[in-house]
């Protein structure tokens, strides 16, 4: 009954993930390992708030969905009366199909990959380390009471972890490298562990590459942080304003400085001669001019010489001569 069901379920399947293909321009590619099927639903319910879909599937489908998407439909489809209201092929969509390997999910949305990213790789569950997985972290444990009766010592002496009794516990006395960093869990790793009550492992979704309108991002590049995007490429565009100004050099990055330094000299000028023009009192510029520095420094008081006392004038009747 199950695999009748299955089978009943795939042409349905089939078609709303061409149906998705045709409606969305990005699709992000999240991997799935160790992500329980709780987090799956729950991560799905915050995606849908954000217009963005997870579909979850056999990699077989979908890439047979791809192969049919990327060519025009042929009218002896069997789905064709149903999928040709989708328009032509979309070839770009090729480059999708190496994206479709091991165990992911396929996220659609409109939404940038970069404000989804965040929210996609935040929702992490604590796991215990089970045997055979692989560590994605070192696993120390620090020095301290274990909690445990003295009655465990030789467990704790088997896997050579330096311990002394304390208050009627085990206590271990040194930092104690349980795993490496891709290394596979063992079972007295795997039972220490759980003895000792830790989940070392977080585990969620992680987004591994993004299909955007005909291009692949990858992982690194969905990682890029916006902000610091657009602050480096200001810096740049001031480093490449400064050289152009220091070598005279006329571009669109040097352009505005150097319309901004020659306004500030017709300024000056025109505030020193008298003449204020229009762009002067749009500008908000004090329309007096400031008294020019004297070049020389005056002498100091004491150093100056004497006023001379000009002697009284004799008043001369001059004859109404000048009256």
Not at 66 to 91: C, M, W
Not at 265 to 285: E, M
């Amino acid at each position: 009954m199950g695999k009748k069901e299955t089978k009943d379920k795939k042409p349905a399947q089939f078609k709303k993930i061409y149906e998705l293909l045709s409606k969305y321009t990005q699709v992000i590619i999240v991997g799935l390992a160790n992500v329980g099927s709780k987090q799956v639903q729950d991560i799905r319910r915050i995606l849908a708030k954000r217009n963005a879909l997870l579909v979850i599937g056999k990699n077989t489908l979908f890439k047979k969905v791809l192969a049919t998407r990327v060519q025009e439909l042929p009218k002896e489809h069997e789905y064709y009366d149903e999928l040709s209201k989708f328009g032509n092929a979309i070839k770009e969509l090729d480059a999708l199909k190496n994206s479709v390997a091991g165990k992911v999910g396929f996220i659609f949305t409109d939404t940038p990959v970069f404000d989804l990213k965040p929210v996609i790789e935040e929702n992490k569950v604590e796991t215990p380390a089970r045997v055979g997985a692989v560590a994605p972290i070192d696993v120390v444990i620090p020095p301290g009471p274990t909690g445990m009766d003295p009655a465990s010592i030789q467990f704790f002496h088997a896997l050579q972890i330096p311990t002394k009794i304390e208050k009627g516990q085990i206590q271990i006395t040194k930092d104690f490298v349980v795993l490496k960093s891709g290394q596979k869990v063992g079972q007295s790793q795997a039972v220490l562990l759980q003895k000792l009550g830790k989940k070392p492992f977080l585990y969620g979704m992680e987004v591994l590459a993004c299909y955007d309108n005909g291009s692949i991002l990858n992982k690194q590049q969905v990682s890029v942080n916006l902000n610091d995007i657009v602050t480096k490429f200001q810096q740049n565009v001031k480093n490449v304003s400064a050289i152009s100004l220091a070598n005279g050099w006329v571009n669109e990055a040097s352009a505005p400085y150097l319309l901004a330094n020659a306004f500030k000299d017709l300024a000056a000028i025109g505030l020193q001669s008298g003449f204020i023009f229009d762009q002067i009192k749009q500008s908000n510029a004090p329309t007096t001019a400031a008294p020019v520095q004297a070049k020389a420094e005056e002498k100091p008081a004491a150093q100056q010489a004497p006023a001379k006392v000009e002697e009284p004038e004799e008043d001369v009747d001059m004859g109404g001569l000048f009256d």
